[in-house]
């Protein structure tokens, strides 16, 4: 069974574009959540879509948005990149779309913004 | 006050040594995750506890709900070990997961 796949795995942008960023979960599984991690920060909830549907978002701006779509993959999006967007992104999926189940990750897309 | 705090952030040992990791949280949880995070950055979940103890390998994790406390144990520890070891905790019918710092642990043959 293939694992979740992160594309792209690295990206250089300029600052004021934009980026998106894909996650292809495991055959099955609904709920894919995305996470944010940087040196300062360390790792950090954006947001979780189960079915299409975003159920929960964490404290990030609006710049950063998301979608799923009906094969449960789903991408996410920043516009208006900023110099401490840069981060790795790193995406999670599970089969029963609840918080007491197992995450899978995949292996993160490492965002540089210049 | 973080609500997530691992203890200790950094860690060496020797090569069989045992290793505890400890994790603490304020929150009210369904489940803890422990993750492991090699250079590279790719995470992968060791144990998801929502009471009790699981072990696999060499590996043991517990956790006691009363005192909001989780330990993650590495028995005979290898330098394939080290690693970054994140424990994160859940709550509710989402995955909307609050993290620790993360330990780093360094095994030195």
């Known amino acids: 069974k293939a694992g979740v796949t992160q594309t792209p795995r690295y990206l250089i942008k300029t600052r004021g574009q934009q980026v998106t960023l894909s996650c292809s979960p495991i055959?099955?599984?609904?709920?894919v959540s995305w996470y944010q991690q940087t040196p300062g920060q360390g790792l950090q909830f954006l947001f979780e879509?189960?079915?299409?549907?975003?159920?929960n978002k964490g404290n990030f701006p609006g710049r950063f948005s998301g979608r799923q779509f009906s094969n449960s993959r789903s991408e996410m999006n920043v516009s208006t990149l900023e110099l401490g967007d840069s981060a790795l992104y790193l995406c999670?999926?599970?089969?029963?779309?609840?918080?007491?189940?197992?995450?899978?990750f995949g292996q993160g897309t490492r965002l540089t913004v210049v | 006050k973080n609500e997530v705090e691992q203890s200790p952030q950094n860690l060496t040992a020797q090569e069989g040594e045992f290793i505890t990791i400890n994790c603490s949280y304020s929150?009210?949880?369904?489940?803890l995750h422990w993750l492991q995070q090699h250079p590279g950055g790719g995470i992968v979940s060791l144990f998801m506890?929502?009471?009790g103890k699981k072990k696999h390998g060499r590996l043991i994790a517990t956790i006691n709900i009363q005192e909001k406390h989780s330990s993650l144990h590495i028995t005979a520890s290898h330098p394939r070990d080290s690693a970054v070891y994140i424990c994160?905790?859940?709550?509710?019918?989402?995955?909307?997961?609050?993290f620790g710092k993360g330990t780093l642990l360094t095994v030195n043959p």
């Open positions: 999670a999926s599970n089969n029963l779309g609840g918080g007491n189940t197992e995450a899978f």
């Open positions: 055959s099955g599984h609904r709920s």
């Open positions: 506890l929502s009471s």
């Open positions: 879509y189960f079915s299409e549907t975003q159920r």
């Open positions: 929150v009210g949880i369904s489940a």
């Open positions: 994160a905790v859940g709550g509710g019918s989402n995955y909307k997961l609050t």
